[in-house]
């Protein structure tokens, strides 16, 4: 079957796209803007590159309301911090997801706390294990009701416990626990992981494979 998505309705096109590609990484997203700070959740999202370190995130807007506080707050000030999601905070994410009136706390609503930023005015989440500081570097409207913005990662904050050598940057993935998107109302763990180490030319040629 081959659909083509110029002459699909939108939500075909979505349901095609987020029922695929799956996990999807979670970037809970802490803004402030005129009416105090926001936070939602995002699964369009990933990491960009590291030189410089930079993330993008889609942000879709409802054809009636326009954006949600927390993505118009990224448009407007160009400040946002990406929160990654242990398993343990899902409820509390699901409830930032809500479709809250303008200008309401989520982070409230959720019982977060929030820490400090060093580098930017919107807070992080307290029990999050790992947070980037982001600024964003360019934003390109791809549609009418949706944006993507490439930010770049001005400090990443981890949670002593996840590093088995801080010089060394070397993070204890599998006990950072996080979860990820699939499509509708499923999520998926990340523990299920399996190790396929990359080929090299030298070693296809001495195996006779090329």
Known sequence: MRYD???VPTPIAYKLLAATVVPRPIAWVVTRGAQGVNAAPY???NVMGSA???VALGLLADPERGFKDSAANILETG????????ERLVEAMNLTAADAPRGVDELALAGLATLPSQHIAPPRIAESPVAFECRTLSSVVTGPCQTVVIGR???VHIE???LLDPDRAWVDTDALDLVARSYGSDYIRSHDTFKLDRPTWAGLKAEGKV
């Not at 400040?79 to 242990?86: G, I, M, S, T």
Request: no cysteine; charged share 15%.
């Open 52 to 54: 410089p370190p930079t």
């Open 43 to 45: 699964s369009f999202f």
């Open 5 to 7: 998505l110029d002459q």
């Open 153 to 155: 990662v001005l400090a």
């Open 160 to 162: 002593d416990r996840y």
């Open 79 to 86: 400040e946002f911090v990406v929160n990654l999601v242990p």
